[in-house]
């Protein structure tokens, strides 16, 4: 038997055979980690993927689980629903969409994402990274009202627009860390105001968004001890595998956190730090 296993690292390769088999023989699993493949080595076959069936049958054998992450390329609703209906001692839970496969069967997540977090009350730590349409503005405002305790998230490719996040914003008393990515549709002056709604937030870190030239919208978040710095977009020079140059867009970048200590002053160049002193003219 291997019913004694609380822990377990592997590769999405295990498919959803092995996670079939998990739920069967590892009833006492409290921490599952299961990374991405290696791409290059041809593994991401029909038979090495896990999708929604290996994600339903996990959750309905292995109720202890307490810690959970997982790639996934394809994903439901119903397992999500799944997820929260039988783990019940999930505290941190991180799931990423592979884009794979070019069709999805289940999208968007809003009615799954409801229910796990609805489910797993003890939820502290929660990464959702998906694919454009893998959530609506709805989904993303259902995060922020059943997200009652969860204290650091990262959100990927989520909501379609400033109202969800807004909404989003009106929620997540306890949240002290946001780290946000995939965000073209999201303004610096929706940013600047979820922030100041999110009363407990210490932390927040956001790529690719609505940048503008100067980021003027972000100084309406200014306030005493949080420190507001800005990566601006830049295109960098970098080789390829057959050693040629081709230029890589980095998408800008927002970093805001409380200090006592007040702005740091070893900015590097690609730093702008902003304040409500700062002086800022559109480009």
């Known amino acids: ?115 796990l977090l609805r489910g797993c009350e003890k939820l502290r730590r929660f990464a959702l990274y998906l694919r454009r349409g893998g959530l609506t503005d709805v989904g993303l ?47 610096e002056r929706a940013l600047a105001v979820a922030a100041t709604r999110l009363t407990s937030l210490r932390y927040l870190w956001v790529q690719g968004y609505g940048a503008s030239p100067s980021g003027r919208d972000l100084l309406a978040m200014a306030r005493p ?4 710095e800005l990566i601006p977009s830049r295109k960098v020079p970098m080789s390829n595998h057959q050693d040629e140059t081709v230029v890589v867009e980095h998408p800008a970048h927002i970093l805001a956190y409380y200090s006592l200590a007040g702005q740091r002053s070893d900015f590097p160049d690609t730093v702008v730090p902003l304040d409500a002193t700062t002086r800022v003219v559109d480009a």
Not at 18 to 38: A, F, H, P, S, T
Not at 44 to 50: L, N, Q, Y
Not at 167 to 174: D, I, Q
Not at 225 to 228: A, E
């Open 1 to 115: 038997m291997v019913d004694t296993f609380l822990y377990g690292q592997t590769r999405n390769v295990i498919g959803d055979r092995g996670l079939e088999v998990l739920g069967q023989c590892c009833k006492r699993l409290k921490r599952l980690r299961i990374e991405r493949g290696d791409d290059d080595q041809g593994m991401e076959d029909e038979e090495g993927t896990v999708s929604h069936r290996g994600l339903i049958a996990l959750s309905q054998g292995c109720s202890e689980l307490e810690y959970m992450a997982v790639y996934v390329s394809d994903i439901t609703n119903a397992s999500l629903e799944h997820i929260g209906s039988h783990l019940k001692k999930l505290c941190d839970f991180r799931l990423v969409l592979l884009d794979h496969e070019k069709k999805i069967t289940d999208l968007p997540l809003d009615n799954g994402v409801r229910a």
């Open 225 to 228: 001890f949080w420190n507001i």
């Open 141 to 187: 405002g259902y995060i922020g009202q059943y997200s009652t305790n969860v204290r650091w998230m990262l959100l990927g490719y989520v909501g379609e627009s400033d109202a969800g996040l807004l909404e989003f914003s009106k929620g997540c008393p306890s949240l002290q860390k946001l780290e946000m990515r995939g965000c073209s549709f999201f303004s």
